[in-house]
């Protein structure tokens, strides 16, 4: 069965510091893999996706993320993290052609002066 | 554009009351999904519509649940009788058929009291 896991429940980094989130995931076939954000009483916008080629794909701001086959991850990454980047996070992955998507319990990231 | 538009945003009503939500997805997009987000969690589908029909309902309640969507346009999503535990917020996303990123209105967060 598929399934994604996001091992870190919150995380807090200071402004203008690196950051990486963790994802794993289950699937038996190369799956199409998602990172969303959510700010407060909002819906989850799409920050960058995998589909196939290149394992490190560039998002919207500031972001990317690196497909690892061997380790079954899918991290995001940003240089430098702003004030403004403080949301949850979801990894997300897609199966059945992707109409299917599998959510992770999502990363609450604060960001601290 | 417009994007995934849903109403109303925020619910209050007492247990074993009805309620019903509203979404209306991008235009074009024949695939129609319902998720459900529990605080602190990530979304977890309940329906998922390929134009009018339910392709995949199998997470839905069925015995409180229900869904349409008539016209393979937009949908309302129903709980009759609503209990305590089914607050939470509620989301619709819609994508292309096959196409592997869905969009995501921003919510409906029901409180049942």
């Known amino acids: 069965a598929q399934s994604v896991t996001q091992p870190d429940i919150h995380i807090t980094v200071s402004e203008g510091a690196s950051l990486e989130l963790r994802c794993n995931y289950s699937?038996?076939?190369?799956?199409?893999l998602f990172w969303y954000v959510q700010s407060p009483g909002q819906g989850l916008q799409l920050l960058l996706k995998?589909?196939?080629?290149?394992?490190l794909v560039q998002g919207i701001k500031g972001f990317e993320a690196e497909f690892k086959r061997s380790q079954s991850s899918f991290n995001l990454r940003k240089p430098s993290v702003h004030w403004s980047d403080a949301a949850e996070y979801f990894c997300a992955v897609g199966v059945n052609t992707g109409n299917q998507f599998y959510f992770g319990t999502g990363t609450s990231l604060t960001v601290i002066p | 554009e417009a994007g995934v538009v849903q109403s109303p945003r925020y619910k209050i009503i007492e247990k074993k009351q009805p309620v019903a939500f509203w979404c209306n997805p991008i235009s074009g997009h024949n695939t129609l999904y319902w998720y459900l987000q529990n605080l602190g969690q990530g979304p977890e589908l309940l329906i998922r519509?390929?134009?009018?029909?339910?392709?995949?309902d199998s997470q839905l309640p069925k015995d409180r649940f229900s869904a349409e969507r008539l016209k393979g346009v937009d949908s309302t999503l129903k709980i009759q009788p609503a209990e305590l535990g089914d607050s939470a917020v509620y989301l619709c996303?819609?994508?292309?058929?096959?196409?592997?990123?869905?969009?995501f209105g921003q919510g409906t967060r029901l409180t049942v009291v």
């Open positions: 519509y390929e134009n009018e029909e339910a392709v995949d």
């Open positions: 699937y038996g076939a190369t799956p199409y």
């Open positions: 996303a819609s994508s292309f058929s096959g196409n592997t990123e869905a969009f």
């Open positions: 995998y589909f196939s080629g290149d394992t």
